[in-house]
């Protein structure tokens, strides 16, 4: 897995040399902003109940696999929703998820493992009955590759939630192989159990656990507490507030992470491919680029990018656009906000400075970005569509 993320900085190096390597250069840097011109919305599908996520399996097949937080997984398969949901797990998942009302509580993440093609291997996140956080492993249908078997679920990681908000819940595969898991402060307001710089608490933090070395997890042995004192071996970043919705640049890497704010600061955190972890992002001594709590932040790491209520009031991150369709965009990173429906587009001068400009103003509750296998990029609307980022003349 090492040897893959040395590859992608070697061509990352070789491409400030050799304009001649065209196919294998990965764009990270440029200097105009990329243009809305060049984009349009397509509608995808609608009627879903509550969706907040869109991934794929990673076996070729091209499936789409679109989440509702309401407990079922279906499958788009040659640009059909098939009858059959994927996976249900509506008698699982807490109650409110099963309700009308907003929670952030049910069915908030699906990572397929990387051999998925293999071993049928997929993991969910959500908050059970009991309002705690679970992992838990399933696998695939031994008769039917569009189908879960239901009764397959193995719960690998669980962790009690002290209130029903702030249950972050997105899990992701890095390039290293290792399970990400996002975890907020606990919930409440204000970060009452000070978990985010409380490096003993899970809460407040992303995780990274080894899913393939012990039937539940192990903890890579380079994880950046591993045999400190009073700090969680688990823990991968602290110092975050509810992040919602991590990405790994497919090409890079790089990981960006969107953490919802309190009441005034929305903010987009970076970390590097090469990074060794522990990084501390602030919360709740920090909201944004602004003192919240105050006191002592050790090595906090600003954002690369805040935004205030001008321009919205929860922030949901998004892809770096590694996909075909839009040249444009190749190498910037998307990300949008629930409450404005305003999308922004991030991404680095020649002198890898950060920029960040509004992209475009949508009337969608921006739930999720999701990819395909291809690394075309959609917008999940938590009203119920979903649709595909295509080229303007498309
Ligand atoms: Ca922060």
């Not at 996520?53 to 398969?77: C, H, M, P």
């Not at 952030?104 to 993991?123: K, R, V």
């Not at 491919?273 to 602030?282: C, F, Q, T, V, W």
Request: proline share 5%; with cysteine; aromatic share 14%.
């Amino acid at each position: 897995m090492t040897a893959i993320r040395l590859a992608a900085i070697a061509l990352l190096f070789l491409s400030f040399g050799a304009a001649s390597a065209q196919e294998t250069e990965i764009v990270v840097s440029r200097y105009a902003a990329p243009s809305p011109d060049a984009v349009k919305l397509t509608l995808i599908a609608s009627g879903f109940n509550r969706p907040l996520y869109l991934t794929q399996a990673g076996d070729g097949s091209n499936r789409l696999f679109l989440v509702e937080q309401s407990g079922k997984v279906w499958i788009f398969k040659d640009g059909a929703k098939l009858p059959q949901p994927f996976l249900d797990l509506s008698a699982l998942i807490s109650r409110s998820a099963l309700g009308s009302g907003f929670t952030e509580q049910g069915l908030l993440g699906l990572a397929f493992h990387p051999q998925y093609a293999i071993n049928g291997t997929f993991y969910v996140n959500y908050t059970d009955r009991n309002g705690s956080t679970v992992v838990a492993r399933y696998q695939v249908s031994g008769s039917n590759p569009d189908l879960a078997a239901g009764d397959s679920g193995e719960i690998i990681f669980h962790l009690a939630q002290p209130y029903a908000n702030h249950n972050g819940g997105h899990i992701e595969f890095g390039p290293d192989g290792y399970l990400y898991i996002a975890l907020g402060d606990g919930g409440a307001a204000n970060d009452p159990l000070g978990a985010g710089q409380n490096r003993a608490l899970l809460l407040g933090s992303i995780a990274r656990i080894d899913i393939d070395s012990d039937p539940r997890y192990a903890i890579p042995e380079d994880n950046p507490f591993v045999g400190v004192a009073n700090a969680h071996d688990a823990i991968w970043a602290y110092g975050l507030r509810n992040v919602w919705r991590f990405s790994f640049d497919r090409a890079t890497g790089d990981l960006y992470m969107a953490d919802v704010g309190q009441n005034r600061w929305e903010e987009i955190n970076f970390q590097p491919a090469n990074s060794a972890g522990g990084e501390n992002y602030g919360w709740n001594v920090w909201e944004g680029n602004q003192v919240f709590a105050g006191g002592s932040a050790p090595n906090h790491v600003p954002p690369i990018f805040e935004y205030g209520r001008d321009f919205g009031c929860s922030v949901t991150g998004g892809n770096v656009y590694r996909g075909a369709a839009i040249p444009d965009l190749e190498g910037v990173y998307l990300f949008g906000d629930f409450c404005s429906g305003w999308i922004w587009a991030t991404w680095r001068d020649h002198d890898l400075r950060w920029h960040t400009k509004p992209f475009m103003k949508t009337t969608h509750e921006i739930s999720s970005f999701g990819e395909d296998e291809a690394g075309e990029l959609y917008l999940i609307d938590y009203a119920g569509a979903f649709y595909r980022f295509d080229g303007a003349e498309a």
